[in-house]
């Protein structure tokens, strides 16, 4: 079945280093993709998606590109701040669904320390 | 900006007790969701709902659990007779769209702890 594997936690970063968080996928067909964030307190947000391959998605400095060779969507930031301190989970959603079910990866939190 | 919203933030119950989880999604969303994540397993889909039905629902969803949105404003999930392994994290989620790539609005979520 569908099913997203993340890079298992916690990353702990000094401020200004380079983050990756590897995500692979298993789906039938060509899911898009997403990365959510989830800040302490707060509810999960979108942080940024690709629905096709070799697309790229990017927000707040963050960038991910849609491999469909690796089957892989990995998060990357040349320079995290403390501010990136957070959860982060891969997901996916399959092409023929109508109704956006999402299939998620375990999370990772991240800690960026000044 | 508009938010999806839950209550409680944390709830404790004993076995065997029903326990209601509240949602209100973002007003104008059409479809509505529940999630949970059992600590450091995955965040696992449980529910989704659209035109005041299930649309779809997972092996988890079983019959202890119901879904209504009795009011137009709040989404509720309802567990029936917990067990201690309905303890979990519960999300509620809303989009206005549907379909693979439809950004999803999702709450704090709710801390169940069943003992």
């Known amino acids: 079945g569908d099913s997203v594997t993340q890079m298992e936690g916690p990353v702990t970063l000094s401020e200004e280093a380079f983050l990756t968080i590897n995500c692979t996928y298993t789906?039938?067909?060509?899911?898009?993709l997403f990365w959510y964030v989830q800040y302490p307190g707060e509810g999960l947000q979108l942080l940024l998606k690709?629905?096709?391959?070799?697309d790229k998605g990017s927000n707040k400095g963050f960038e991910a590109t849609y491999r469909k060779e690796t089957t892989s969507f990995h998060l990357e930031k040349g320079s995290v701040q403390v501010s990136d301190s957070a959860v982060y989970f891969c997901?996916?959603?399959?092409?023929?669904?109508?109704?956006?079910?999402?299939?998620f990866g375990r999370g990772t939190q991240l800690t960026v320390w000044p | 900006e508009p938010e999806v919203t839950q209550t409680p933030s944390h709830q404790v119950t004993q076995m065997g007790q029903e326990v209601i989880l509240r949602c209100v999604p973002i007003?104008?969303?059409?479809?509505f969701y529940w999630y949970r994540q059992i600590l450091g397993q995955k965040v696992e889909f449980l529910v989704s709902?659209?035109?005041?039905?299930?649309?779809?629902k997972s092996e988890i969803f079983d019959d202890q659990f119901s879904v209504e949105r009795p009011d137009g404003s709040n989404f509720t999930l309802k567990i029936r007779s917990t067990k201690l392994e309905d303890s979990a994290m519960y999300f509620c989620?809303?989009?206005?769209?549907?379909?693979?790539?439809?950004?999803?609005?999702f709450g704090q979520g709710t801390r169940l702890t069943v003992v």
């Open positions: 997901a996916l959603s399959r092409r023929s669904s109508t109704l956006g079910r999402l299939y």
């Open positions: 789906a039938t067909g060509y899911p898009s």
């Open positions: 690709a629905t096709k391959a070799d």
């Open positions: 007003s104008n969303h059409l479809y």
């Open positions: 709902f659209y035109n005041n039905e299930i649309s779809e």
């Open positions: 989620a809303s989009n206005l769209e549907g379909g693979a790539d439809a950004e999803a609005f």
